[in-house]
Nanobody
């Protein structure tokens, strides 16, 4: 099993930035990819970004492309999500997820069903 703990959320003004971190522990050698999703109450969980653990390929949702950068620190088993130019539509609980089976497809990397382990989430609230 892999345990994931998110940190870095909070209240930020529109136009501001936030840096989220996800620390993985446990059987981290079994991680193929780490992703970020977000969910606002009453809405479905949506993909934000993902990074392949071995080759470092990065993936971004259109809604955040150009404003978000995902990065990894394999030695620390950590993935960071730098989010800039935030707007109120970015308000959501942000979840880190680990893919523990090699599914090797864009669909698996960008959909909720492609991930096997989830963190508890961290809230980001953007005020206008």
């Amino acid at each position: 099993q892999v345990q994931l703990v998110e940190s870095g959320g909070g209240l930020v003004q529109a136009g501001g930035s936030v840096r989220l971190s996800c620390a993985a522990s446990g059987r981290t050698f079994s991680i193929y990819a780490l992703g970020w999703f977000r969910q606002d109450p009453g809405k479905e969980r949506e993909f934000v970004s993902a990074i392949s653990w071995f080759d470092g390929n990065k993936y971004y949702a259109d809604a955040v492309k150009g404003r978000v950068t995902i990065s990894r620190d394999n030695a620390k088993n950590t993935v960071n999500l730098q989010m800039n130019d935030l707007n109120p539509e970015d308000t959501a609980a942000y979840y880190c997820a680990a893919q523990l089976v090699s599914r090797n497809s864009y669909s698996a990397l960008t959909t909720e069903g492609g991930y096997d382990s989830w963190g508890q989430g961290t809230q980001v609230t953007v005020s206008s």
